[in-house]
């Protein structure tokens, strides 16, 4: 069947606002906002739970998870090149597994980013305590929502600006800890001359300390910390040349994860006892402390706040789009299928700001825990997401053959695997305290978006 016949189609009409949206996202944009989407708070906040689950098998972990995020990439990928538009993977649903999956699929992913929007807000005003311990927290939280609401608000190359600067950020600060490492181990810099070696990774207990268990535990924290990568797949519809940006930043995703996680853990695990780390405070702060940067807690808590209003950009921009692609599938209020004169979607934006108001309350009553318990949802709400998107892609590939210029490796194998270890994840969550909760209240989730579904088909 050919491609753009299937797409189409009389059942399967084309979106009629795709046209309108602005392609102000360069080349440069693009690529560090896949970079900034696949580095996350979680690895210099969450990283020692993470370590606590699996010792230094962590790195295996990491190299699995990055495995299945690369496979899930090309997928979304592929079907991107195919049909460049804002409503990425929800709009593929809606068009190859029908119209609940699109559906299901978008306000699934409009919901995960609201939560770890509100997450992510929080966490926001606890980092400018560290500086100014006498403003309250929801003060920040009010400013940073009104703050992020604008840029937004002002067109996609704004957010793309920000974007590009806050993952450079990131980026320069995960370098720096490679090089600052590999300095000590190597050379003994601000040892005495003396290297450290690489004995802490197996000299406690061994490589893999918690055994097999510990390392498919971890899975969970390491698919977390990659939540928000398929943001790539949203970027498609404005891009400036789609066909060229999209597979450059996704191809490049595998060697980023394994440069900037499994490098950056594993300078920090040879350094320091596994089982030690986190208990005197941020590696990322004993380390640059020891090659005697001035100031080094100041820098670091710098980083992890631009990581987290790097997080929180990104959401607004992909909620704004999600629900723009949902108005337009007839998935969604009309009233978000509407744009602003620089093309913007904003009342997507608008009402998402409006319901995290929410979090700038929650500050007053909310304690920190429950918030853990937020964070395990937005995990199931991205593993649904990935999984829809594999199984999009194989009904895709079924339909249309798939496109020529950029093509799922060893399909269909590869999107079989990729599913199978997002259930080892979904299976692990029941395992750990704290994430099982996520488990009991995705059913409640779909459930609801059952009956929601069954009033707008109506």
Do not use: C
Not at 53 to 69: D, E, T
């Amino acid at each position: 069947m050919d491609e753009t016949t299937n797409m189409n189609s009389p059942s399967n009409p084309p979106g009629k606002n795709e046209d309108q949206l602005k392609r102000g996202l360069s080349n440069r944009h693009i690529q560090l906002i896949a970079l900034g989407g696949a580095i996350g708070v979680g690895l210099f906040y969450g990283s020692s739970s993470t370590i606590e689950l699996g010792g230094p098998a962590i790195l295996l972990s990491y190299a699995v998870g990055g495995l299945v995020i690369f496979l899930i990439m090309r997928a979304l990928g592929e079907m991107a090149i195919a049909n460049p538009v804002s409503g990425s993977f929800s709009e593929y649903a809606n068009k190859y597994l029908g119209r609940f999956a699109g559906y299901v699929t978008g306000w699934t992913y409009w919901f995960n980013w609201v939560v770890v929007g509100m997450a992510e807000i929080t966490v926001v005003g606890a980092y400018i305590q560290y500086w100014f311990p006498d403003i309250p927290s929801w003060v920040t939280a009010l400013v940073v929502l009104a703050l992020m609401t604008a840029i937004n608000l002002i067109n996609v190359k704004a957010f793309g600006e920000f974007e590009f600067w806050f993952a450079m950020i990131k980026v320069l600060a995960i370098i720096g800890l490679i090089v600052a490492g590999l300095g000590i181990i190597l050379f003994g810099f601000g040892n005495g001359g003396n290297p450290v070696g690489f004995d802490n990774l197996w000299a406690h207990g061994g490589f893999m300390p918690e055994g097999l268990t510990g390392v498919v535990l971890s899975l969970v924290m390491v698919m977390f910390s990659f939540g928000g990568i398929e943001l790539i797949g949203l970027t498609a519809g404005e891009a400036e040349n789609p066909k060229k940006t999209i597979p450059s930043a996704i191809n490049n995703v595998i060697w980023r994860i394994l440069i900037f996680y499994i490098g950056a853990l594993g300078v920090i695990m040879t350094l320091y006892p596994w089982n030690k780390i986190g208990t005197e405070g941020s590696p990322f702060v004993l380390i640059f402390d020891k090659i005697g940067m001035p100031a080094a807690a100041d820098v670091i808590n710098f980083v992890v706040l631009t990581a987290a209003l790097s997080a929180f950009n990104s959401g607004m921009y992909g909620t704004g789009r999600m629900l723009f692609s949902l108005a337009d599938q007839g998935n969604g209020p009309k009233f978000f299928g509407k744009l602003n004169k620089h093309g913007i979607p904003a009342r997507g934006i608008l009402f998402t700001s409006a319901i995290l108001l929410i979090a700038v309350y929650l500050n007053y009553v909310v304690p920190e825990k429950v918030f853990s318990y937020i964070m395990s949802i937005a995990t199931i709400a991205a593993v649904t997401s990935w999984t829809i998107i594999l199984l999009t892609h194989i009904k895709f590939r079924k339909l249309t053959g798939g496109s020529k210029l950029f093509r799922m490796p060893f399909h269909p194998a590869s999107s079989y695997l990729a599913l199978a270890l997002l259930a080892v994840v979904v299976i692990s969550m029941g395992f750990i305290e704290g994430t099982s909760v996520a488990l009991l209240v995705a059913p409640i989730w779909f459930a609801i978006m059952a009956a929601g579904y069954f009033i707008v088909k109506k």
